[in-house]
T-cell receptor, first 115, second 111 residues
Framework: GAGVSQTPSNKVTEKGKYVELRCDPISGHTALYWYRQSLGQGPEFLIYFQGTGAADDSGLPNDRFFAVRPEGSVSTLKIQRTERGDSAVYLC?????????????FGPGTRLTVL | GQSLEQPSEVTAVEGAIVQINCTYQTSGFYGLSWYQQHDGGAPTFLSYNALDGLEETGRFSSFLSRSDSYGYLLLQELQMKDSASYFCAVRERDYGQNFVFGPGTRLSVLP
């Protein structure tokens, strides 16, 4: 497909477990972003990758959250020792480096539920 | 700190014009974007203003006044499919280009 894809679409886990969320950006997009969105709120920035490196991880709430993008394409958001407060929709977005209007293309999100 | 303010809800009828305002207080400002999000869907890009003035794209227009820390999204000839949440988002830094999103405005278009 031509758009951003995220897997799984839904993830239910128990408190204390480890989860991985995957994002496949649009081919050729060097910039990749992770956001999380709680019900009725706007997306909250977590981390930004330019290529393989995390250029800005200032939005990660604590050290339980980590993300990688080893080959500059697919990215994985990893959450350790999940807590009920981590329940949200996790959105991934990508952007072309040549974009003049800073348009970000969002994926459908992964709905994470921590029981 | 950073804060963006938008009305929480707006209601209008088909064919009408509606304006959604956004005021911001951020540590830096390099541009204002607007995104649309239908229930259960992904945010989709509508517009971007880096400079003062009006940008028009079809039925949608976006305005920015940097001196007032204010912008708005104008939707004309409303259609039922425009019922969605609309988010303004500020680009705070010159590098990184991550955006700070507002709380969103839920637009309901009535027949």
């Amino acid at each position: 497909g031509a758009g951003v894809s995220q897997t799984p679409s839904n993830k239910v886990t128990e408190k204390g477990k480890y989860v991985e969320l995957r994002c496949d950006p649009i081919s050729g997009h060097t910039a990749l972003y992770w956001y999380r969105q709680s019900l009725g709120q706007g997306p909250e920035f977590l981390i930004y990758f330019q290529g393989t490196g995390a250029a800005d991880d200032s939005g990660l709430p604590n050290d339980r959250f980590f993300a990688v993008r080893p080959e500059g394409s697919v990215s994985t958001l990893k959450i350790q020792r999940t807590e009920r407060g981590d329940s949200a929709v996790y959105l991934c977005a990508s952007r072309s480096s040549g974009s003049v209007n800073n348009e970000q293309f969002f994926g459908p999100g992964t709905r994470l539920t921590v029981l | 700190g950073q804060s963006l303010e938008q009305p929480s809800e707006v209601t209008a009828v088909e064919g009408a014009i509606v304006q959604i305002n956004c005021t911001y207080q951020t540590s830096g400002f390099y541009g204002l974007s607007w995104y649309q999000q239908h229930d259960g869907g992904a945010p989709t890009f509508l517009s971007y203003n880096a400079l003062d003035g009006l940008e028009e794209t079809g039925r949608f227009s976006s305005f920015l006044s940097r001196s007032d820390s204010y912008g708005y999204l104008l939707l004309q000839e409303l259609q039922m499919k425009d019922s969605a949440s609309y988010f303004c988002a500020v680009r705070e830094r010159d590098y990184g280009q991550n955006f700070v999103f507002g709380p969103g405005t839920r637009l309901s278009v009535l027949p």
